[in-house]
């Protein structure tokens, strides 16, 4: 029963949004109102739930059981309580905006910043010219990269063109027959999902 | 040990530095780098410069966190700028997922200040942050009010006058997503393609790339790629007479123009290192066979 039911769910709900969408009837459309604005949203809000719980869980156990680095667990709980209490107490006022605004928002592009300098140091120490095809990749990057700054048009007037035509041609080519297979793919999947035949999503089958 | 193996060995704390000086100079040195818009930010920009006062709205969803702020804000602030100057109604859409509602209220806090005439549930309304991403996409389809019920600051949707005409997506001009992520691609499923609103995107230099075969299709009407597009929108604004602010994109892009510049000479530079000492250690290698 504890895997019939959610298969049954799943073929249930999956099928009936399918066909749904071909049948213009008050009946079908009420219904395609009450899912996606009632039962979606409940069940997306349930997210935080688990999420939460999954966080404090994997945090106190690591402070328990005292292992290496634990304090930066207890920094997290710390910081996660602070800014949910500064958020109900202040009712989302000035200073849990500030809180946003000069430590969170300061913090995170610090550690994206970060990429900058490793992105340099890696471009420098594996971008080689080893075969054609990372030749090929190589003089495209480099093209774009100076294609797409101020200083690509100053060295060379054609080099936003260029870099244009790169990305309107061979890139959306690429891009498209990509994008074709994962849609199949994505297709694909939801059928086995609905069928029953992907059982993943119920736990680690 | 030769001059280019030295070089392959060269400590990264120097090129650390390297990409440290040449973003830091020209944001204290602006050099000013003229920016030639693309096609695709004149198809953005050009389509909201036709809209008005009695247009529908410009429905603006804001998707950045910290991390991509450098890059969206501009394209935020810009888009805001432009539609306030030109009395366009503009619903402003906290986001999809929690974190970007901070960054949100700090582009409209700052916009806001250069109108000071501008009414919040008159001339724009700000919306936050419900959850269910595809659904919330849907569920505007259906209707606003019930979607997210108050504004973000509590007031009531069915009480603001510019809410009073806008129920869905068919009161609404365009929805121009600005995102770090890939929500584009929801925006397109569920918005454009369920319901077929126009739809634009501002979007991080990275992910540019796997939007152009949306716009030839004609599913968007334009793309704002990364700190370019963000800086083609403010040359665009200041050519059509248009308040642009500091220019935050366009003095970015001096330090961006650089910074790929250092990057692309230590690529070529790590190239000739690696042909040079490969050469060499072939030649070492038939020597020593030829010793042995």
């Known amino acids: 029963m504890r895997r019939t039911l959610p298969l049954v769910i799943a073929f249930g709900i999956g ?4 066909i749904q969408y071909f049948i213009p009837h008050p009946i079908s459309e009420n219904f395609y109102n009450v ?17 939460l719980r999954s966080f404090f869980m994997h945090h106190i156990r690591k402070i328990s059981q005292k292992k290496e680095g634990y304090w930066f667990s207890a920094v997290a709980i710390a910081s996660a309580l602070f800014m949910a209490i500064a958020g109900f107490a202040t009712k989302r006022g000035p200073f849990f905006d500030s809180l946003y605004k000069y430590m969170y928002a300061p913090l995170q592009a610090t550690m994206f910043s970060l990429l900058a300098f490793f992105i340099a140091s890696a471009a420098f120490r594996a971008f080689r010219a080893r075969n054609l ?14 294609g797409r700054v101020p200083i690509g048009d100053y060295l060379w007037k054609g080099m936003p063109d260029l870099v244009e035509w790169i990305m309107t041609v061979p890139n959306m080519a690429a891009m498209r027959g990509i994008r074709i297979g994962v849609g199949l793919g994505a297709i694909a999947t939801a059928m086995k999902i609905m069928l029953g035949i992907e059982r993943s999503y119920m736990g680690g089958e | 040990m030769g001059f280019w193996q030295r070089l392959l060995k060269l ?17 204290i040195y602006p050099l000013k ?24 709205a410009v429905f603006l969803v804001n998707g950045s966190a910290p991390s991509t702020l450098p890059e969206l804000m501009p394209m935020l602030q810009a888009i805001l700028r432009h539609c306030l100057t ?35 549930g008159k001339d724009y309304v700000f919306l936050g942050y419900i959850p269910g991403v595809s659904a919330v996409i849907l569920s505007i389809g259906i209707d606003i009010e019930t979607t997210f019920g108050a504004d973000y600051y509590g007031i009531p949707i069915d009480s603001l006058p510019m809410m009073r005409e806008i129920k869905n997506y068919s ?10 992520t890939s929500s584009p691609e929801y925006w397109l499923m569920y918005g454009q393609e369920r319901y077929g609103v126009n739809f634009g995107v501002g979007c991080t230099a990275v992910s540019a790339p796997a939007y152009y075969a949306f716009l030839q299709s004609g599913q968007m009407v334009g793309l704002l790629g990364g700190l370019k597009g963000a ?29 790929h510049l250092l990057i692309v000479l230590l690529v070529i530079l790590g190239n000739i290192g690696y042909f040079v000492t490969r050469r060499a250690e072939k030649t070492r290698g038939i020597e020593q066979r030829r010793k042995r």
């Open chain 2, 86 to 120: 030109k009395g366009v109604p503009v619903i402003f859409f906290g986001g999809l997922y929690p974190q970007y509602i901070g960054v949100a209220k700090m582009a409209i806090d700052e916009i806001i200040k250069e109108f000071p005439d501008k009414k919040s």
């Open chain 2, 171 to 180: 009161d609404i001009s365009i929805v121009i997503d600005i995102s770090g």
């Open chain 1, 35 to 51: 899912i996606v604005q009632q039962w979606f949203i409940i069940i997306f809000a349930f997210q935080f739930v688990l999420a």
């Open chain 2, 33 to 56: 780098l003229p920016v030639k818009p693309t096609k695709p930010s004149m198809d953005l920009f050009n389509y909201i410069d036709t809209l008005g006062p009695e247009s529908d």
């Open chain 1, 15 to 18: 099928f009936a949004m399918l």
């Open chain 1, 133 to 146: 095809q990372a030749t090929l990749l190589l003089v495209t990057a480099t093209i774009v990269m100076i």
């Open chain 2, 231 to 259: 800086a083609e929108y403010e040359e665009l604004m200041a050519r059509n007479g248009y308040p642009t602010g500091k220019r935050p994109a366009t003095v970015g892009m001096d330090s961006q123009s650089f910074g």
């Open chain 2, 11 to 27: 400590d990264r704390r120097w090129i650390f530095l390297g990409i440290g000086l040449v973003v830091i100079f020209p944001l």
